[in-house]
T-cell receptor, first 117, second 113 residues
Framework: DTGVSQDPRHKITKRGQNVTFRCDPI?????LYWYRQTLGQGPEFLTY????????KSRLLSDRFSAERPKGSFSTLEIQRTEQGDSAMYLC???????????????FGPGTRLTVL | AQTVTQSQPEMSVQEAETVTLSCTYD???????LFWYKQPPSRQMILVIR??????QNATENRFSVNFQKAAKSFSLKISDSQLGDTAMYFC??????????FGQGTRLTINP
């Protein structure tokens, strides 16, 4: 399967612990997005990368959140000192933007469900 | 900031019926894209249909079609001949070209046999 993959699929942690999620985009996709989806709500944008450059961060991304895409391939999202309010599904999406292109379809991964106890 | 509103939290129809999901949005931009995404239970989100704001013609993909009313900032999804596999959360979303997606709250659609 050559779709977007995310690891782990589920994570249960205790409040105050650090967690890290990984996203592997579709091969050769140059854009990678992170979204957060709480129960019964639509996904909310967190951040996105063009290759290894982080181009935009949402105000939702507090100082406890950090995302990287060191070689322009996979990406990690780390949450430090987790809080119960961080419990959500974290979705990753990737796309390929042609130079000068006006639109790029985002393909979503299955998500990582985080539960903070 | 752009916002997307879906006013129908849940809908339920019988198999083979036609169902319409509503979406309104707010933006001051003239060029943008609108989408309907489907999120089946415990499965990943997939794109159902896309509409470019500069196109007057409504987009159609097999049983799925949209009614795009730019002046009214309305973007509804019609599913014809509904099937059991259409059961899912449906999200309306907005983007300005190759940018982030802004999603609505979603509509949970159940197709009953």
């Amino acid at each position: 399967d050559t779709g977007v993959s995310q690891d782990p699929r589920h994570k249960i942690t205790k409040r105050g612990q650090n967690v890290t999620f990984r996203c592997d985009p579709i091969s050769e996709h140059n854009r990678l997005y992170w979204y957060r989806q709480t129960l019964g709500q639509g996904p909310e944008f967190l951040t996105y990368f063009q290759n290894e450059a982080q181009l935009e961060k949402s105000r939702l991304l507090s100082d406890r959140f950090s995302a990287e895409r060191p070689k322009g391939s996979f990406s990690t999202l780390e949450i430090q000192r987790t809080e119960q309010g961080d419990s959500a599904m974290y979705l990753c999406a990737s796309s390929f933007l042609v130079r000068g292109g006006a639109y790029n379809e985002q393909f979503f991964g299955p998500g990582t469900r985080l539960t903070v106890l | 900031a752009q916002t997307v509103t879906q006013s129908q939290p849940e809908m339920s129809v019988q198999e083979a019926e036609t169902v319409t999901l509503s979406c309104t949005y707010d933006t001051s931009e003239n060029n943008y894209y609108l989408f309907w995404y489907k999120q089946p239970p415990s499965r990943q989100m997939i794109l159902v249909i896309r509409q470019e704001a500069y196109k007057q013609q409504n987009a159609t993909e097999n049983r799925f079609s949209v009614n795009f009313q730019k002046a009214a900032k309305s973007f509804s999804l019609k599913i014809s001949d509904s099937q059991l596999g259409d059961t899912a959360m449906y999200f309306c979303a907005f983007s300005q070209g190759a940018q982030k997606l802004v999603f609505g709250q979603g509509t949970r659609l159940t197709i009953n046999p």
